[in-house]
């Protein structure tokens, strides 16, 4: 079975905790980590504390420098780029990411069901930038529950304080317009065929756009082009079974929607600066 990509991501939180932490170091290809497109339900908090953080909400660009903090309201699609190359330090946190899952804000914050959260500024203020570096202090692996109790009070607050930054009318924003369902019907397609032979004139005029509007509208609002977008796909699918499978590279390429083994070494070795070979061998050292 294939396991997609571009979908309705659910997020695993870990019992009694009501929030998911993840906190980017200097790492990843050429120093940059990178999250594709996506959505989920939960409501995603993040904030940059060095380097630079490239950010795609349906379809609206923002750059969040250092000191900035943005939010990704439920169901947004969106796609972070985060570069960390100015960082001298190995282990410095570049942005702190928080997850606040649906529950939680059905149970204490029940308004958010008819608003959404601004990133008209996305300067922290003093408060927003004190308590999310708080945030980014706990420690997952400790046991006391008055730990957690204090992360519930923190959370609350930072509610709170995103409410004063702003806030519109849920049916007035972007984030559920036709132009955004039209794209999660586009990604879910591109998801649920990548393997298959299509191009971008395709997709096209499988939803009725032309192609020069099309290919402005995908890069738009996904930050990459579509054979990027793509090619990833492919790519993200054959990396999974060069690792979970004994298929030989050849097959791979083809189970992906490459057309010859070459453009899909080319293509692998541009983002992971190996060949998948190398990259199979690599893994079994690992873990060998």
Request: charged share 25%; net charge neutral.
């Amino acid at each position: 079975m294939r396991s997609p990509l571009i979908q309705r991501q659910t997020i695993k939180y870990k019992e009694n905790e009501s929030f998911s932490l993840h906190k980017v170091i200097k790492s990843g290809v050429n120093n940059t980590y990178q999250k594709t497109s996506h959505w989920h339900e939960d409501l995603e908090i993040i904030y940059t504390i060095r380097g630079n953080l490239s950010l795609y909400i349906d379809g609206e660009y923002l750059n969040v420098g250092a000191g900035h903090l943005a939010v990704v309201n439920c169901e947004s699609i969106h796609r972070a780029v985060i570069e960390t190359n100015d960082l001298g330090d190995p282990s410095a946190i570049a942005v702190i990411d928080l997850l606040i899952p649906k529950n939680f804000l059905d149970a204490q914050f029940s308004e958010y069901k008819t608003i959404c959260f601004t990133n008209d500024v996305t300067k922290a203020s003093e408060e927003l930038a004190d308590l999310m570096m708080k945030i980014g202090e706990y420690d997952s692996s400790s046991s006391r529950p008055h730990d957690r109790l204090y992360m519930h009070g923190l959370l609350l607050q930072l509610l709170y304080h995103l409410y004063e930054k702003g806030v519109r009318p849920k049916e007035n924003d972007y984030c559920v317009n036709e132009s955004v369902i039209k794209l999660k019907k586009i990604l879910n397609y591109i998801d649920e065929h990548y393997f298959e032979p299509i191009t971008q004139a395709d997709i096209a005029a499988r939803f009725y756009f032309t192609p020069q509007y099309f290919s402005r509208y995908f890069k738009l609002c996904t930050g990459m082009t579509f054979s990027e977008h793509l090619t990833g796909r492919r790519i993200h699918n054959a990396r999974r079974e060069l690792i979970q499978t004994d298929k030989l590279v050849t097959q791979i390429a083809f189970d992906n929607g490459f057309s010859d083994e070459r453009s899909f070494i080319n293509s692998f070795k541009k983002l992971y600066n190996i060949t998948p070979l190398q990259y199979r061998k690599q893994i079994i050292e690992n873990h060998g």
